[in-house]
């Protein structure tokens, strides 16, 4: 069993739309949970991240951790086409250098 | 404040060709990374480091090698260019708090070894 499994996708949703990405993971040390963001081309750009277990809310984003699932969901509400991109999850904890990636999800938010 | 710079964006090698690949970053960061991202293979980690001059191996080391001389910047080498390192290639820095671990991550080399 991989450390971090993520849906590669492709997910294509209208605009408008409310976009759920996921993630689990099977390392219960993890406690900070991240969510790059990379548009084509580019380097990943940190989005949110969580410490623990519970919501964070930063504008049309959603960030919520389930430790006791070992799940991690990063929702989009009212999803833009400028939302396009390739989402990944990150983990770390446990002391480790390290952050541990799923291998992202690329989204397209159709005008 | 440039962040993470690398040097080149883009590179073709021949096989049996050597290059090193620059980063550099401006942030006082104490660790460093390098990537490579492959199509449905996500990013996998090739070498680290914690601090100047130390280094460490990562998931897929092999046929790379590594220098950290200044803590600014963390070079990547390749000896003996494979086709099989065709890729593009991230460097990240960060600055661990506890076990939180932000990395900012520079643009990215294109690589192509025919």
């Known amino acids: 069993q991989k450390e971090v499994e993520q849906d590669p996708g492709p997910l294509s949703v209208p605009e408008g739309a409310i976009v759920s990405l996921n993630c689990t993971y099977s390392?219960?040390?993890?406690?900070?949970f991240m969510w790059y963001r990379q548009y084509s081309r580019k380097g990943p750009e940190l989005l949110m991240y969580?410490?623990?277990?519970g919501n964070k809310e930063d504008g049309r984003f959603t960030a919520q951790v389930d430790k006791s699932s070992k799940y991690i969901s990063l929702f989009i509400r009212d999803s833009q086409p400028s939302d396009s991109a390739t989402y990944l999850c990150?983990?770390?904890?446990?002391?480790?250098?390290?952050?541990?990636f799923g291998k992202g999800t690329k989204l397209t938010v159709n005008p | 404040n440039a962040g993470v710079t690398q040097t080149p964006k883009f590179r073709v090698l021949k096989t049996g060709q050597s290059m090193t690949l620059l980063c550099a970053q401006d942030?006082?960061?104490?660790?460093m990374y390098w990537y490579r991202q492959d199509p449905g293979m996500g990013l996998r980690l090739i070498h680290y480091?914690?601090?100047?001059?130390?280094?460490a191996k990562g998931e897929v080391p092999d046929g790379y090698n590594v220098s950290r001389l200044k803590k600014q910047n963390f070079l990547l080498g390749l000896e003996s260019a494979a086709p099989s390192q065709t890729s593009v290639y991230f460097c990240?820095?960060?600055?661990?708090?506890?076990?939180?671990?932000?990395?900012?991550f520079g643009p990215g080399t294109r690589l192509t070894v025919l």
């Open positions: 990150a983990m770390s904890g446990g002391g480790s250098e390290k952050l541990v």
């Open positions: 390392n219960s040390a993890f406690q900070y």
């Open positions: 942030m006082n960061h104490e660790y």
């Open positions: 990240a820095s960060s600055q661990l708090a506890g076990s939180y671990n932000e990395q900012f």
């Open positions: 969580t410490y623990s277990s």
């Open positions: 480091s914690v601090g100047e001059g130390t280094t």
